[in-house]
């Protein structure tokens, strides 16, 4: 079947800290992968995507490279901000299918 | 304007109520969906509509009608809901049948049945 699997929260970081969230999946055919953010009170915004083996998607800061071997898409930032704080949701579109599936999320806090 | 506007942005109605949730874009998108989210939860498909047509119902109880009556235009209605249902409903669309693009979230509707 297609599940996202990501690590669980809550993720504590201070200011200008490097960040990590860990997101595998498993999927039929050639997946899209996302990544989407939820800051509170919102709802979700598309933050990054890779939509093959080997791409790099970025935006603001955050990257994300799809790990075809390792079924990965980890997500990264060299240096967080208090306005970073959210929960960020790991996602994929299985080829052929149109719906996104989602990680369960991980919240991110970032103290000054 | 790449927005998705939902109304109302909160809504509390009994057991016995009927109401609606709505939703726009005006991106000229032809693909709109519903997702429900739970708290601390990830969002979860409910319907797809596909150039104004239902193309994907998860499994999601006749207690919920979705409707699209145009091409901007995402309808959800309710009737004899459950205190579980409570939950944020969230509308997105996309530029294409397939979510491979971009997919643009409303900001959701807070839903609470007493």
């Known amino acids: 079947g297609n599940s996202v699997t990501q690590m669980e929260g809550p993720v504590t970081l201070s200011e200008e800290a490097f960040l990590t969230i860990n997101c595998t999946y498993t999927?039929?055919?050639?997946?899209?992968l996302f990544w989407y953010v939820q800051y509170p009170g919102e709802g979700l915004q598309l933050l990054l995507k890779?939509?093959?083996?080997?791409d790099k998607g970025s935006n603001k800061g955050f990257e994300a490279t799809y790990r075809k071997e390792t079924t990965s898409f980890h997500l990264e930032k060299g240096s967080v901000q208090v306005s970073d704080s959210a929960v960020y949701f790991c996602?994929?579109?299985?080829?052929?299918?149109?719906?996104?599936?989602f990680g369960a999320g991980t919240r991110l806090a970032v103290h000054p | 304007d790449t927005e998705v506007t939902q109304t109302p942005k909160h809504l509390v109605m009994g057991m016995t109520n009927k109401k609606s949730l709505k939703c726009e874009q005006h991106?000229?998108?032809?693909?709109m969906y519903w997702y429900k989210q739970k708290a601390k939860k990830p969002p979860e498909l409910m319907f797809v509509?596909?150039?104004?047509?239902?193309?994907i119902n998860e499994s999601v109880p006749s207690r919920f009608s979705p409707e699209c009556p145009n091409s901007s235009l995402l309808n959800l209605h309710l009737h004899a809901l459950q205190p579980e249902d409570s939950a944020l409903y969230l509308c997105?669309?996309?530029?294409?049948?397939?979510?491979?693009?971009?997919?643009?979230f409303g900001q959701g509707t807070r839903l609470t049945v007493v």
């Open positions: 997105a669309s996309s530029q294409a049948e397939n979510m491979n693009t971009e997919a643009f």
């Open positions: 999927a039929t055919g050639y997946p899209s």
């Open positions: 890779a939509t093959k083996a080997d």
């Open positions: 996602a994929l579109v299985p080829g052929g299918y149109n719906k996104l599936i």
């Open positions: 991106m000229g998108h032809r693909a």
């Open positions: 509509y596909s150039y104004e047509k239902l193309s």
